[in-house]
């Protein structure tokens, strides 16, 4: 069975401090793996894609690594902002091969609280 | 990119009554999808919606009580019927552009079931 794992499930720490979020996943065949950030009350937006051979993307302060043999992602958060504060999910999608689509995975989420 | 726009954005219903969902993007897109965001749980898909053909469901889900629409490449509804407190969540819609690539979602409709 498809899984998607995160770690922690919530996290607090202070405005300008950096910090990690952790994704393990088992998802096969892979196609690529996704960091979403999902404010209160909104729906979630795209941070990263990462296809099998990236092993690093950044976007701005977020920089996701994704290790394939391990099947391990994390999403690195530099100096953080009050607004950072929100749920961040990784998603893996399955490759159902051609032109077929595939499958998304979704972890429950880390809660990333920033206090001034 | 895609811009979803999903309404209502928030609603409470009385129990056995319906809602329905609306969907609109801004660009053709081939197929939709529909999740359901439970309260402190991550989103689980409720169904794909394919322009000109009926949906597919995934398990758990089934037609009479998720009914959904696709009468176009950029519009898409999803009725939840009979309604019961259990599904009380957030609901949310869907686009890809391109086949692996990033997903677009709607803001989300936060449901009340009293």
């Known amino acids: 069975k498809n899984q998607v794992e995160q770690s922690p499930q919530s996290l607090i720490i202070l405005e300008g401090k950096n910090c990690t979020l952790q994704c393990n996943y088992t998802v096969s065949p892979f196609s690529n793996l996704r960091w979403y950030k999902q404010d209160t009350g909104r729906g979630p937006v795209s941070l990263t894609i990462m296809t099998f051979s990236e092993n690093t993307k950044s976007n701005g302060r977020y920089t996701a690594t994704l290790d394939a043999d391990t099947k391990q992602s994390s999403l690195h958060i530099t100096a953080s902002q009050l607004s950072d504060s929100a749920s961040y999910i990784c998603?893996?999608?399955?490759?159902?091969?051609?032109?077929?689509?595939?499958?998304?995975?979704f972890g429950q989420g880390t809660i990333l609280t920033v206090h001034p | 990119s895609a811009v979803i726009s999903q309404k209502p954005s928030r609603d409470i219903c009385q129990r056995g009554t319906s809602l329905t969902i609306q969907c609109q993007v801004d660009?053709?897109?081939?197929?939709m999808f529909w999740y359901r965001q439970q309260p402190g749980q991550s989103l689980t898909l409720i169904a794909t919606?394919?322009?000109?053909?009926?949906?597919?469901?995934e398990s758990g889900f089934v037609i009479d009580k998720f009914p959904i629409s696709r009468p176009n490449l950029t519009f898409s509804t999803l009725t939840v019927s009979n309604m019961s407190p259990e599904d009380s969540s957030i609901y949310l819609c869907?686009?890809?552009?391109?086949?692996?690539?990033?997903?677009?979602f709607g803001q989300g409709t936060r449901l009340t079931v009293v």
């Open positions: 869907s686009v890809e552009l391109r086949l692996h690539t990033e997903a677009f």
């Open positions: 919606a394919n322009q000109g053909s009926e949906a597919t469901y």
């Open positions: 660009s053709q897109v081939t197929m």
């Open positions: 998603v893996v999608s399955a490759n159902a091969g051609g032109t077929s689509y595939g499958k998304l995975t």
